[in-house]
């Protein structure tokens, strides 16, 4: 077991995200569905390296985060997997996106789905969760769910559309 410097709660949570790469690779898991090392580290914002996206996976993954299983359409492949520790990091990136949309110039594209989560609040947080765990974990939703994650990434592709409209009209 790794020493910890304290036993705050704020503490050892930086110690497991306080690097400048782990929640962004939970991010792109969780809202861009990416679930392979060759999907995470070619569709990155931020343009991890790959060392540093390998070093993370296997981090998060020891650590509980993530799991990792054999894709079954590709043998040289594996899946990663969001576990519930990690789903349940959903209120944090709707507050840490929040945050960021008042106090920092973001883009309107990437800002769209913070937005979305604000809005939405605990129940919106409540049923990304439930639709997080069913694609992850396989736990089944309730019947007639909407998905949660269709809406941010339609949402998304909207506003990049109305952004590379901009781009071409300046």
């Not at 790794?2 to 503490?11: D, E, V, W």
């Not at 939970?26 to 679930?35: C, E, P, Q, V």
């Not at 054999?70 to 945050?99: N, R």
């Not at 919106?124 to 809406?151: C, I, K, N, Y």
Request: charged letters at 20%; glycine letters at 8%.
């Amino acid at each position: 077991m790794t020493a910890r410097r304290s036993g705050c709660p704020i503490n050892l949570s930086l110690e497991i995200f306080g690097d400048k790469w782990s929640l962004l690779v939970l991010r792109d898991i969780m809202f861009g569905n990416r679930r392979h090392f060759g999907e995470l580290l070619a569709n990155s914002d931020e343009g991890i390296a790959s060392n540093i996206l390998a070093n993370r996976l296997a981090r998060l993954v020891d650590l509980g985060m993530l799991s990792r299983s054999a894709d079954p359409t590709h043998k040289q492949k594996v899946i990663y997997s969001l576990t519930e520790p990690s789903i349940q990091l959903v209120p944090v990136f709707a507050h840490l996106g929040a945050w960021g949309r008042r106090h920092l110039p973001v883009a309107p594209e990437l800002a769209i789905r913070a937005e979305l989560l604000e809005d939405g609040g605990p129940a919106l947080w409540d049923a990304f969760m439930d639709e997080l765990r069913e694609l992850h974990l396989g736990t089944p939703q309730a019947a007639g769910s909407s998905s949660v994650l269709a809406g941010l990434t339609e949402a998304y592709l909207r506003e990049s559309e109305k952004s590379a409209s901009r781009h071409i009209l300046a």
